[in-house]
């Protein structure tokens, strides 16, 4: 597929995450990229992605190998979701949290994500707000950096502020923790701060979590029934924890407002072209997709016209980068652009590492 690449809208410590174009199509999408000497952690997200599909899970758009500035760099192709991330839309959420029915909404997505991860052998080891993208139809799952078969054996991942404590104790790492995580990812929805909120050093964390016997404390203002639901996803014993189906059918997301929530998630609705409306929405860079945020508009609007406000930006867009030129990523001679490696130069360099 002949790309080209835009902005920068996220950068970590040896990938940067671009906004990009198909030259054929016009489709809009991210691309995530690194050096393919340093690519084994995407190259491990790729194979993942690539084996699986869900509207609640940020899609899979392909990769590839390219030179750039005499470098080759392997790119992973992603949907693109211009709202960026729930952490985003919880902090510019007015008093800085969501409110409950909004919680309710996410809750449910991200648990259809998960209950579709699970029963198809997946672990994703890092549910956080940061690693959930919004868009208009609601939460999607993306960052697949830390993901394994539940049966695979290997070192600890994720983000010590959601770890479990089995995963604390560096014990084991499965279904159940993706749930303990869920419940964290519940509370900075509700408090906008972080699970365990009087505790910032990652070995204090670590040691509060797999150790002390303590739970995060859970918001006051939820309701009995959201705090019930906490309960169930914030047990100590993995064993004793609700699994992503049961925790579907918990009162606290079934219902009259289950009908709402359902009615506010259809299949796509991510801008695919750079004609789409509102495909120039700010993004922010940050580790995963993160964007600007609009508040949401509260009232007794219906879910799906909440999520709407929630995801979209007023106003003129504001980008990091002042250059607003495309980079061609197939054109020969360019210094600066990316050149696309041929079939078989491809394969060698990927077997390569």
Known sequence: MDWTRGHTIGRGSTATVSVATSIQSGDVFAVKSVELSQSGFLQREQKILSSIISPFIVSYKGCDVTRKNNKVMYNLFLEYMPSGSLSNAIHAHDGGRLDESLIRIFTYQILQGLDYLHLNGLVHCDIKSSNILVAQSGAKIADFGCAKRVEQQGPIAGTPMFMAPEVARGEEQGFASDIWALGCTVIEMASGGTPWHNVSDPVSIIYRAGYSGHLPEFPCCL????????????????????????????????????????????????????????????????????????????????????????????????????????????????EEGDTVMDDIEYKDQVAGW
Request: with cysteine; net charge negative; glycine share 8%.
């Open 223 to 334: 309701s009995e029934q959201a705090r019930d639901f906490l309960d169930k996803c914030l047990r100590g014993d993995p064993k004793e924890r609700w699994t992503a189906s049961q925790l579907l059918e918990h009162p606290f997301l079934v219902g009259e407002f289950n009908k709402q929530i359902q009615e506010s998630t259809p299949s796509s609705t991510s801008p695919t072209s750079i004609l789409d409306q509102g495909i120039w929405n700010s993004l922010d860079e940050s580790e995963s997709l993160e964007s600007l945020v609009l508040v949401s508009s509260g009232g007794e609007s219906s879910a799906g016209e909440r999520i709407r406000g929630l995801s979209l930006l007023s106003g003129e867009p504001s980008w990091d980068c002042d250059d607003q030129n495309w980079i061609t990523a197939r054109e020969g001679g360019s």
